[in-house]
């Protein structure tokens, strides 16, 4: 280690830099947010008739895959203008995106596993739309295992950008898939449900006033946080990792 690096700070080696007011506010914004809209579910939306308290966990359960589809939309993004400006910080964004949006994903699966013992008497089924989103969730976990098995960055970078623009099909296929198949007992929230939907919400008071403000969280304000902050980890995790290597080759 050179004498330069040794006067400088933990922080100014590895390269971190002040977080930027926006991100701070965004972060209280998701952290108020949150707590604003999960109020809204428990205390303001009315106990439904049919389905009993069960049913308030459609407040976090859909709107996590709508932050997940963000999410996984910001990693189409990055990836398509890291192809074009070979930056990595796009790539640190797309990287980000598919971490939270898989995060998202998980969420959405349990609490629908969740919701789906007392109403549907199982854990799970081989309904389409809860295929599909366990096909999408395990699309991008092979994103992070085939990554981390790529040793060479600029090759790994640019595979993994391509990969997370196709893979982005099968969040496609996850939001339509109930519009196009019809066998399903998914219920849909918003709309006419098909015809062997189980689970409908149409009699519950309070469900447009709960539900939208935590759809427009989540799918703005909360994978925007996530990612912002999950990209600046990620890059001084690689400034960390240059520093160890400039370490060990003196």
Sequence with gaps: MNAKTELLSPRQTVGERPMPVLLRLLTILALVGFCFT???????????????EIQRIFYIHMPSFFGAFTAFGLTVVGGILYLWRKSEQWDRIALAGVEVGLAFALINLVTGAIWARPIWNTWWTWDPRLTSAAIMA???????????????????????????????TSVLVTLFIIRVVPETIHPVIVGASPQNAQGSFEATSGVVTALIPSLLLWLTVMP???????????RRLEAINRLKMRILSE
């Design 38 to 52: 999960l109020f809204l579910g428990l205390f303001v939306a009315g106990r439904d008739i049919q389905q009993g």
């Design 138 to 168: 395990l699309t991008y976990a092979a994103y992070l295992m085939l990554r981390a098995g790529i040793e060479d960055e600029a090759r790994k970078r640019s595979f993994m950008a391509v990969y997370g623009i196709f893979a982005f």
């Design 224 to 234: 925007i946080t996530l990612i912002w902050h999950r990209a600046r980890i990620e």
